[in-house]
């Protein structure tokens, strides 16, 4: 939605101007900043706006309410009822103008309520500190470090010059100590089951349940749609996540849009057109595949844009890339996506019931941020493109954490399967080629992968020694040489790291 920067030292509002320049993809709309003279420097915030809710002047960030500064990255979905409950007084409809007056008026704990999805800081000029926030499964990116003699919290590493040290900001609420570094947790938070409000029915992928997770679904939808005067898209794949997104999209809002890949006799290709005639979908638009010197400076920009040289990371990026690329041209701003709906819903596997899915589900949870979350994230802010994630809803999250494993699998002599609640629940949605097709990496239906890892490997070399070497040429000079180039930020894929590894062969 947004970008942010905050710098504090000597040389902290000379350089705020070119650090904001660098994130103006996340928010063309306009930039502002504020400044704080102190002994030790200057603390300087700056935002680049990518407007959706008030769009006018008064919807602007930084933001002051009282005695606190805000600049917040995000969707807050409650904002309006939170405003009600605690009678808060606002000149702006912006929703996240709502996060320095809870603060303001409640405390650091009503941020407990937020539901949506976010990153931002606050200066508390009445305690004298910074606080920063981050939803639950870290949809937005936020990281804090230092650079040269400057102290930062950016939305990416790129806006900086130089980074010396960073790490990415944990979910919650936390206090940043500008003098020594620290970053002092305030307010954990994470998805939880505890706080589900809709009951999950003893019986293993009941009836019951599956219409449980449809009303889950509709609300997660209907409250990521923009106003009606906002137009809206929906990247498409044709496998069960993101055609589960579409049809609820396209029965709220007909006039939506649908992007998807397309080359002759690709599997996603074969699918979407049995969705697009199933669903009737009026506005659907099939992007072909970069080829030679377009898909050599593709592969070089995805390096740049996601600050990686994980090939998976890459491959996919230039799939989600393409398509906020040919919805920014429609004049888009807002997309929804299926991401999250493998994590949550064990699309990955076909466990056995002993085996641990458990752990390995919680895993994919944590590592979202960093794979397939910040994939989505710099890929679509690229192009100043929101992209909203219904399935990573606090509420299907909540309700998903307590599903049982007959919930989730199927395994014996017979059959194999997987995503079990969620294939019932929508299976009066969608025709059934989709509700049965098994999960298919949107790289590989596209044929995105296999143009990727011949194009890496053409010369004998493994796909993750090509781009990092690609890597090297954007950052080694700016992030702190080969230290940080280890950093697993720039290349894990944890769950799947060794997977990945051995993709190449197959298309060899």
């Not at 008030?54 to 930084?62: I, N, S």
């Amino acid at each position: 939605m947004c970008g942010l920067v905050l710098l504090y030292g000597p040389a902290a509002s000379e350089r705020l101007p070119t650090c904001l320049q660098r994130l103006a993809h996340r928010g063309p709309d306009a930039q502002y900043s504020w400044h704080r003279s102190g002994h030790n420097g200057t603390l300087s915030l700056g935002f680049a706006r990518l407007a959706i809710n008030d769009k006018t002047a008064a919807g602007q960030q930084p933001y002051r309410h009282g005695e606190f500064v805000a600049a917040i990255n995000g969707e807050i979905y409650n904002a309006d009822d939170l405003r009600a409950r605690h009678q808060l007084a606002l000149a702006s409809s912006n929703d996240c103008h709502i996060v320095p007056a809870l603060l303001d008026k409640l405390g650091v704990a009503a941020l407990a309520e937020l539901d949506g999805f976010f990153a931002g800081v606050v200066v508390d000029e009445r305690e004298q500190r910074v606080l920063v926030l981050r939803d639950a499964v870290g949809k937005k990116p936020l990281f804090w470090g230092r650079s040269g003699s400057e102290r930062f919290i950016a939305s990416e590493l790129k806006a900086l010059d130089q980074v010396d040290e960073f790490v990415a900001l944990p979910s919650g609420v936390s206090e940043i100590d500008l003098d020594t570094g620290r970053c002092t947790p305030l307010l954990a938070a994470a998805p939880d089951s505890s706080v589900s409000t809709t009951p999950v029915s003893a019986a293993p992928a009941s009836e019951e349940k599956a219409r449980a997770l449809r009303m889950l679904l509709e609300q997660a939808v209907a409250k990521r749609l923009p106003a009606d005067d906002e137009p809206v898209g929906v990247f498409l794949s044709g496998g069960l996540d993101s055609s589960t997104i579409a049809a609820l999209v396209s029965r709220q809002r007909p006039d939506a849009r649908y992007y998807c890949l397309s080359a002759p006799g690709a599997e996603d290709d074969g699918y979407v057109r049995v969705l697009a005639e199933h669903l009737q979908l009026r506005n659907v638009c099939y992007l072909p595949l970069p080829t030679g010197e377009a898909l050599t400076r593709l592969i070089h920009r995805l390096v740049y844009v996601t600050e990686s040289y994980n090939p998976s990371i890459i491959s996919n990026g230039i799939c989600t890339y393409l398509l906020a690329q040919a919805a920014r041209e429609d004049g888009l701003k807002v997309v929804l996506s299926g991401e999250g709906a493998d994590e949550l819903f064990g699309g990955y596997h076909y466990y056995r019931r002993n085996d641990p899915w458990r752990e390995t589900r919680d895993q994919l949870l944590a590592d979202l941020r960093s794979t397939e979350l910040r994939r989505v994230d710099l890929t679509g802010m690229a192009h100043a493109i929101e992209t909203r994630c219904p399935f990573l809803d606090r509420a299907i999250c909540a309700w998903a954490l307590a599903l049982e494993y007959d919930d989730l699998y199927r395994r014996d002599e017979h059959q194999r399967g997987n995503k079990v609640v969620l294939r019932e629940a929508v299976k009066a949605l969608l025709p059934e080629p989709i509700t049965s097709r098994r999960k298919t990496s949107c790289d590989v239906g596209s044929g995105m992968r296999a143009l990727v890892v011949a194009h890496l490997r053409a010369h004998g070399r493994k796909e993750r020694d090509a781009l990092r070497d690609i890597w090297r040429k954007h950052f080694a000079a700016r992030f702190a040489g080969e230290r940080l180039e280890q950093n697993g930020y720039f290349s894990a894929y944890p769950v799947f790291d060794d997977i990945i590894d051995r993709r190449g062969a197959a298309h060899s």
